[in-house]
């Protein structure tokens, strides 16, 4: 049973479109984020999202809308997509508390703009 | 402006002896410190933290040094073995009132050999 699931794994699709990754919690988690690992393989952080109400919003084109039906969900809406979006997408939530709880990432979206 | 480095991209190591991955932070409000491992088409998995109030913090091969001053910290891997091969990526973690907020290295490809 999946701890942190991401749909879909892979997503292939033109420049324009608009599309959505999802993303379900089942350790009972307060916290949910994502974040994106460029070409360089650097991961930074997108979006944060605690019991449903946004508290971390980085340097994120607004083309970029996550939403949280429930604390176990965070979907990751992106329009008008460009080649640049080409990346790889992790979800990942942790409890609500310091730092030194270890979140727990997803096994990652890698998404292709062609 | 990276705040965490990871300046090896990779290392390789025989199987048995020490791995030694380094990190270096400019930061300093980060108040923890953490290790996590990546094999491919798989997310991030937390390894192992350490505070920053702490230097030192062991969990059985697992070791992470951190030295305050030189803003620097390194994960001891004894002894190394073929399955830790992987990426290795080191954190950093801020506290944002109601969330905190991890920041990657770059990662460093460490290769156990026979």
């Known amino acids: 049973d999946t701890a942190v699931s991401q749909t879909p794994k892979y997503l292939v699709t033109q420049m324009g479109n608009d599309k959505s990754i999802k993303c379900e919690q089942n350790l009972g988690h307060d916290t949910m984020y994502w974040y994106k690992q460029d070409s360089k393989k650097f991961l930074k952080i997108m979006f944060s999202?605690?019991?449903?109400?946004?508290?971390i919003n980085e340097t994120v084109p607004n083309r970029f809308s996550p939403k949280s039906p429930d604390k176990a969900h965070l979907n990751l809406h992106i329009n008008s997509l460009e080649l640049g979006d080409s990346a790889v997408y992790f979800c990942?939530?942790?409890?609500?508390?310091?730092?030194?709880?270890?979140?727990?990432f997803g096994s990652g979206t890698r998404l292709t703009v062609v | 402006d990276q705040q965490v480095k990871q300046n090896s991209p990779s290392l390789s190591v025989q199987e048995g002896r020490i791995s030694i991955l380094n990190c270096d932070y400019t930061?300093?409000?980060?108040?923890?410190f953490l290790w996590y491992k990546k094999y491919p088409a798989e997310g991030p998995t937390f390894l192992i933290s350490?505070?920053?109030?702490?230097d030192k913090n062991e969990d059985g091969r697992f070791t992470v040094f951190l030295n305050k001053s030189a803003k620097h910290l390194s994960l001891h891997i004894v002894p190394s073995q073929p399955g830790d091969s992987a990426v290795y990526f080191c954190?950093?973690?801020?506290?944002?009132?109601?969330?905190?907020?991890?920041?990657f290295g770059t990662g460093t490809r460490l290769q156990v050999t026979l």
């Open positions: 990942a939530s942790s409890p609500l508390g310091q730092g030194d709880y270890g979140y727990t």
């Open positions: 999202y605690n019991n449903k109400e946004l508290i």
């Open positions: 930061n300093s409000m980060f108040d923890y």
């Open positions: 954190a950093a973690s801020a506290w944002l009132v109601t969330a905190s907020k991890l920041t």
């Open positions: 350490i505070s920053s109030i702490k």
